[in-house]
T-cell receptor
Framework: EAQVTQNPRYLITVTGKKLTVTCSQN?????MSWYRQDPGLGLRQIYYSMNVEVTDKGDVPEGYKVSRKEKRNFPLILESPSPNQTSLYFC????????????FGPGTRLLVL | LAKTTQPISMDSYEGQEVNITCSHNNIATNDYITWYQQFPSQGPRFIIQGYKTKVTNEVASLFIPADRKSSTLSLPRVSLSDTAVYYC??????????FGAGTRLAVHP
């Protein structure tokens, strides 16, 4: 089944403790991206990647890192999480570009205490 | 990136047609108008995309006037399961996506 998977789905952590949220797609997509969703603000793009080793900032990249060492994986790294990063995170992928149909993962709900 | 404006919320009843309008006065020549649907606690799902005039698929229709400064997503005969947030995006040659807050549609029995 073609899909985007994220792990973990739920995570509670404390301020300053590094964490990684994984994202994987099995559709051989080149474009991948991360979003956060907060009440009243809709989805905001954090980072996106056009292909392996090619990443670029979205609208809200501060406090996040990403890497794209393999085509199928695009992990989101919070080196020193803070409470304002408590949010619902979505990973998405598309065949080649952002303007193509985006396929979203199930989401990761993060709480930073 | 051109900005879009859509109503914050709308209400409808089962069986009615719902039209959600999106304004995009500064749309660029290479922008495609794209709509996504999002149910609570799920990722958005692509609904429809168009460049001009009218596009129809099994889920919705998209009406785009000649000046392309606005667009209307039309959902025929909505049901309770159409209750969701609907996002209008302009997608051109760039790869940053801006979803905005969307339109929260509530369908009532």
């Amino acid at each position: 089944e073609a899909q985007v998977t994220q792990n973990p789905r739920y995570l509670i952590t404390v301020t300053g403790k590094k964490l990684t949220v994984t994202c994987s797609q099995n559709m051989n997509h080149e474009y991948m991206s991360w979003y956060r969703q907060d009440p009243g603000l809709g989805l905001r793009q954090i980072y996106y990647s056009m292909n392996v080793e090619v990443t670029d900032k979205g609208d809200v990249p501060e406090g996040y890192k990403v890497s794209r060492k393999e085509k199928r994986n695009f992990p989101l790294i919070l080196e020193s999480p803070s409470p304002n990063q408590t949010s619902l995170y979505f990973c998405a992928s598309s065949f080649r570009e952002g303007r193509e149909t985006q396929y979203f993962g199930p989401g990761t709900r993060l709480l930073v205490l | 990136l051109a900005k879009t404006t859509q109503p914050i919320s709308m209400d409808s009843y089962e069986g009615q047609e719902v039209n959600i309008t999106c304004s995009h006065n500064n749309i660029a020549t290479n922008d495609y108008i794209t709509w996504y649907q999002q149910f609570p606690s799920q990722g958005p799902r692509f609904i429809i995309q168009g460049y001009k005039t009218k596009v129809t698929n099994e889920v919705a229709s998209l009406f785009i006037p000649a000046d392309r400064k606005s667009s209307t997503l039309s959902l025929p005969r909505v049901s309770l399961s159409d209750t969701a947030v609907y996002y209008c995006l302009l997608l051109g040659g760039y790869n940053k996506l801006i979803f905005g807050a969307g339109t929260r549609l509530a369908v009532h029995p």
